[in-house]
């Protein structure tokens, strides 16, 4: 256990719907990623946040896809009507970030089915 | 721009032999490099880190990985292998390095570790 927590674990959905996940990472911790894996790949960077802000999007990141960090805590990453290509393991991650270095803790992920 | 490259994405070893995972990166400046070890069900977990101290580093469970700039290569070596280390492993770079701001990590596609008895 990294003390990266997200909700929900699993989550299956049909297309069209929207569906929301959440990240609640290390107190201490002032950054905040999100990637995403599919079958076979490594994780992909989606996007992230120093304290509130989002500093961040990858070109992954369509405008169907919304990520917040309110207060600099723990983020929530939304999906607007869904597809299938959006079925995927969500991971969030989360550092102390001290300039040249930055170690990522992880998360178990949400696993994403799109029906 | 930052990537790596895994040459292998299925290794199998017999339990009690020597583990070599081999990983290639291509950056820009001085890269930050990372070993991630992926169970089944269960999060990525960070098994080494190379920040430009000493190019041998070790890690957890008895893993170590060695820094060769001339060959841009870092690969990850154990010298016996156990039933526990069978799980997925990714080579990382970061480009948290001289010049570079955002700290996301580049992942490569992963080599699947299979142990015999």
């Known amino acids: 256990d990294t003390g990266v927590s997200q909700d929900p674990r699993h989550k299956i959905t049909k297309r069209g719907q929207n569906v929301t996940f959440r990240c609640d990472p290390i107190?201490?911790?002032?950054?905040l990623y999100w990637y995403r894996q599919t079958l076979g790949q490594g994780p992909e960077f989606l996007t992230y946040?120093?304290?509130?802000?989002?500093?961040?999007k990858s070109r992954l990141l369509s405008d169907r896809f919304s990520a917040e960090r309110p207060k600099g805590s723990f983020s929530t990453l939304e999906i607007q009507r869904t597809e299938q290509g959006d079925s995927a393991m969500y991971l969030c991650?989360?550092?102390?970030?001290?300039?040249?270095?930055?170690?990522?803790?992880f998360g178990p992920g949400t696993r994403l089915t799109v029906l | 721009a930052q990537s790596v490259t895994q040459l292998d994405s299925h290794v199998s070893v017999s339990e009690g032999t020597p583990v070599l995972l081999r990983c290639n990166y291509s950056?820009?400046?001085?890269?930050?490099l990372f070993w991630y070890v992926q169970h089944p069900n269960k999060g990525l977990q960070l098994l080494l880190k190379?920040?430009?101290?000493?190019?041998l580093v070790k890690g957890i469970n008895g893993f170590e990985a060695e820094f060769k700039k001339s060959e841009t290569s870092f690969h990850l070596t154990k010298p016996s292998a156990h039933m526990s280390d069978a799980a997925e492993y990714f080579c990382?770079?970061?480009?948290?390095?001289?010049?570079?701001?955002?700290?996301?990590?580049?992942f490569g596609k992963g080599t699947k570790l299979s142990v015999k008895p």
């Open positions: 190379y920040t430009s101290a000493a190019t």
């Open positions: 107190s201490e911790h002032n950054r």
């Open positions: 990382v770079v970061s480009d948290a390095g001289y010049g570079g701001s955002q700290g996301n990590l580049i």
């Open positions: 950056s820009s400046y001085s890269p930050s």
């Open positions: 946040f120093q304290n509130e802000a989002q500093l961040e």
């Open positions: 991650a989360s550092s102390q970030w001290m300039g040249a270095y930055n170690e990522q803790f």
